[in-house]
Antibody, heavy 123, light 108 residues
Framework: EVQLVESGGGLVQPGGSLRLSCAAS????????MNWVRQAPGKGLEWVSY????????YYADSVKGRFTISRDNAKNSLYLQMNSLRAEDTAVYYC????????????????WGQGTLVTVSS | EIVMTQSPATLSVSPGERATLSCRAS??????LAWYQQKPGQAPRLLIY???TRATGIPARFSGSGSGTEFTLTISSLQSEDFAVYYC??????????FGQGTKLEIK
């Protein structure tokens, strides 16, 4: 069974830092591109960051570029998001999400999601 | 950035009836469009990808159509468990993915 379990969320002051983790199991983690997607309270979904299976390709949304860093450790089946210079508008539930693959191709949508971890940025 | 616009914001439908949800892209995304269902307190669930392919385990009452800039999610006969928020997502502009703002499907 595919499982993604996020951790590391919490309350942080503006300007502070947090590191989110996502532990993957039930699939060959090193074969999949992974993403972080967030959802502010009562709002819609916002894509945050992408990392390829080998970490060779990384992208960020403009809203977090220069402040957040995505990484992964395939030996530990883990995905990370280092968040620095946090702002009130970064308050959200953060999900890790696996990109979809089938027998013929890969697709830039997300077939498995974690349960999410809440990050609250407030003084 | 490709902007995804969903309509309506809220849709009221009776159980057993058909629901039709729309998603429009600000520029062509070909068939690189996915639909998700999200219930309160839960993560989104992938329903449709490639504009019309049902994800694993998704009931046949869910169907997707469209290409280019206009897309539709149809739920043929609403069950009680289908009342939720639905999001579309484009992945044509890899990997700068964007979501629509969501349509809330509520019981009439």
């Amino acid at each position: 069974e595919v499982q993604l379990v996020e951790s590391g969320g919490g309350l942080v002051q503006p300007g502070g830092s947090l590191r989110l983790s996502c532990a993957a199991s039930g699939f060959t983690f090193s074969s999949y591109s992974m993403n972080w997607v967030r959802q502010a309270p009562g709002k819609g979904l916002e894509w945050v960051s992408y990392i390829s299976s080998s970490s060779s390709t990384i992208y960020y949304a403009d809203s977090v570029k220069g402040r957040f860093t995505i990484s992964r450790d395939n030996a530990k089946n883990s995905l990370y998001l280092q968040m620095n210079s946090l702002r009130a508008e970064d308050t959200a539930v953060y999900y890790c999400a696996r990109e979809t693959q089938d027998s013929s191709s890969w697709y830039g949508c997300f077939d498995y999601w974690g349960q999410g971890t809440l990050v609250t940025v407030s003084s | 950035e490709i902007v995804m616009t969903q309509s309506p914001a809220t849709l009221s439908v009776s159980p057993g009836e058909r629901a039709t949800l729309s998603c429009r892209a600000s520029q062509s995304v070909s068939s690189n469009l996915a639909w998700y269902q999200q219930k309160p307190g839960q993560a989104p669930r992938l329903l449709i990808y490639g504009a019309s392919t049902r994800a694993t385990g998704i009931p046949a009452r869910f169907s997707g159509s469209g290409s280019g800039t206009e897309f539709t999610l149809t739920i043929s006969s609403l069950q009680s468990e289908d009342f939720a928020v639905y999001y579309c997502q484009q992945y044509n502009n890899w990997p700068l993915y964007t979501f629509g703002q969501g349509t809330k499907l509520e019981i009439k």
